[in-house]
């Protein structure tokens, strides 16, 4: 596996032949996630399913898993959970109402009126409790050296910037007639 190929906490190999990985904390996922206006989301489903399909050597195609994530996103959380009982990590959640979340913060509520479609950045917390295992399972497994990171990397802070720019015309476009 490459750092290219797999998630953005970055995969290195050391003299210990454990993978090196930097986590991204609960709170920056967030940050991202609400920066993005939820397009964090999805390329957090495509890493997740790019490390699942490296480490399983599983035959799928990550991006259209995670650009239709409606139809894969209650598997990846099974398999998030199970990777997170694998690596004995205590901590549980229903993969089906997560996935009922998800369905009804980015799918239905986005169609009623205004400004109703904004509780869809409520989404998030359909992805925090398995982000939140995903990283544990990291922290606990042998296989990788995982920890976390203060700030955000290169790239992030690009989306952050972009974010903050989109967001500034949001609220322009909302109070300037």
């Known amino acids: 596996m490459n750092e290219d190929q797999i998630l953005d906490y970055d995969f ?9 990985m ?8 967030i940050i991202l996630f609400l920066l993005t206006f939820g397009m964090y989301g999805i390329w957090w489903q495509y890493k997740i399913w790019t490390f699942f399909k490296h480490r399983q050597n599983l035959d799928i195609m990550p991006v259209p898993r995670a650009i239709f994530s409606i139809f894969f996103i209650y598997s990846l959380f099974e398999k998030i959970l199970a990777f997170g ?4 990590v205590k901590k549980d959640y229903s993969s089906g109402g997560l996935f009922v979340l998800f369905l009804l913060l980015t799918y239905i509520i986005e169609r009623l009126p205004d400004p109703l479609p904004l509780l869809s950045f409520f ?7 398995p982000h939140n295992i995903f990283n544990l399972a990291l922290l606990n497994s042998e296989e990788f050296d995982a920890f976390y990171v203060d700030g955000f990397s290169q790239r992030q802070m ?3 910037g972009c974010g903050v720019i989109f967001w500034l015309l949001v ?3 909302t109070f300037v007639e």
Do not use: Q
């Open 85 to 88: 009982k694998y690596n004995e």
């Open 158 to 160: 690009i989306l952050v």
């Open 171 to 173: 609220l322009i476009g």
């Open 123 to 129: 989404a998030v917390f359909a992805y925090l409790p």
């Open 22 to 29: 930097k986590l991204l904390s609960k709170n920056y996922f």
């Open 12 to 20: 290195n190999s050391d003299d210990d032949d454990r993978i090196k």
